[in-house]
């Protein structure tokens, strides 16, 4: 390991470099990658989830593997709606994520690797080692930034064995009929066989105030309104997603100083949902194509890619500033049920980032669910919550 020089070496195993790696192994196999994790495992304790629009055939094919879970259509309930919507929804587990990772890397692969320092074309580890590489890229996951503006999607999700089959027979992706506690709640559950659930206990909020015990209860009192019976807790997972306000892309890509970053690193994710499945699989794609790997052609490649969607999320961080900045946060909810009154193709392109412009007249025609100076505030960044 000492004595070897690195084409690549990808400082974090998640979701991203986790890919990237796994993909360069399919495309290029001769490039000395090295893949390196704090943990005991690659992709720690998730589950990753997307809509069938959120990728392309292609895509979807070399992805497959790694997909657990596929539904036809899934379910949303509001105070003044439930529907079910039509799309095909998968689950990525980060146990098959780590199998399918572990066995292409091999000896590529060094978990429980902790480091002290990375540059653009180096790794010193923890015990004072050093790795050397043509090129370094960082994805160790989100990073707060001053120059974005965000709010958050925290989560705390269970998975449970029921005593008794659940019911259940497609994704429930938001019940907001639960008490908001104070900003946009949902619970989101995922039926992973007739008697398994992923629960997950969900608030749209300003900061990363949820607390770990208060959300167990909420599922607790979640379940045992629907009458499924816990009986054994299998795994927990616990997360804050950035929600995009807006930003300084442009600073935020300068503080890199030249490093190049993947991931929630790079600030690629959804700006509405904090899903960064699908750009990560297109990061991956894109990296895999490359015939160079200098910190300079990869700085340059992933800002064009990151600065491209961020243009491209111009409409979508619009529409979070009216989500949590106008009106109450507990009357957030109302702006989710008018959306989810839409029909399935513009929810679908919503989730895949891909609006037309007919989609964004519609969405803001009509009656506002938020008060209208406050949004008015919101969209012109005006807002003294801002």
């Not at 890919?19 to 690659?42: D, F, Y």
């Not at 043509?134 to 705390?156: C, K």
């Not at 895949?352 to 803001?364: N, V």
């Not at 009656?367 to 005006?382: G, H």
């Amino acid at each position: 390991m000492m004595n070897t020089r690195w084409d690549l070496i990808l400082v974090g195993a998640g979701l991203a470099n986790g890919l990237i790696a796994w993909r360069l192994k399919q495309r290029q196999p001769a490039l000395n990658v090295l893949l390196l994790e704090a943990g005991p495992t690659p992709g720690g304790n998730h589950t990753w989830s997307y809509h069938h629009g959120d990728l392309s055939p292609a895509q979807h094919a070399w992805l497959a593997p790694l997909v657990v879970h596929r539904w036809d259509d899934y379910d949303v309930f509001f105070p003044a709606l439930t529907r079910t919507v039509a799309g095909s929804y998968y689950s990525v587990t980060s146990e098959r994520f780590a199998d399918i990772i572990s066995q292409a890397l091999g000896e590529q692969l060094l978990t429980h690797t902790m480091i002290t320092q990375l540059t653009p074309t180096s790794v010193t580890l923890k015990d004072g080692r050093t790795l050397e590489a043509r090129a370094v890229i960082d994805g160790q996951g989100y990073r707060p930034s001053p120059y974005l503006t965000v709010g958050l999607q925290a989560f705390l999700g269970q998975q449970w064995q029921l005593e008794r089959p659940h019911g259940l027979t497609r994704p429930r992706l938001m019940d907001a009929t639960v008490d908001q506690q104070g900003g946009y709640r949902f619970v989101y559950t995922l039926p992973l066989s007739a008697t398994e659930l992923l629960i997950e206990d969900t608030h749209y909020i300003d900061q990363a105030t949820l607390k770990a015990q208060q959300a167990r209860d909420n599922i607790r009192l979640y379940a045992s309104a629907q009458g499924w019976q816990l009986e054994t807790l299998q795994r927990e997972e616990q997360g804050n997603l950035p929600i995009t306000l807006t930003g300084n892309h442009q600073a935020f890509w300068q503080a890199a100083q030249g490093q190049p970053c993947s991931g929630l690193r790079g600030g690629l994710f959804h700006p509405t949902t904090g899903y960064s499945l699908p750009q990560a699989v297109a990061l991956a794609d894109l990296i895999a194509t490359q015939a160079s790997f200098t910190p300079e052609s990869l700085y340059r490649l992933v800002h064009r890619f990151a600065s491209q969607r961020w243009r491209e999320q111009r409409f979508f961080r619009m529409l979070n500033r009216m989500l949590f900045l106008a009106g109450p946060a507990d009357k957030r909810w109302q702006v989710m049920q008018r959306f989810y009154g839409l029909n399935d193709g513009l929810i679908a392109r919503f989730y895949a980032g891909k609006l037309t412009l007919a989609d964004q007249a519609r969405l803001l025609t009509g009656k506002p669910p938020v008060p209208v100076r406050e949004a008015l505030q919101a969209v012109l960044k005006q807002t003294p919550r801002l």
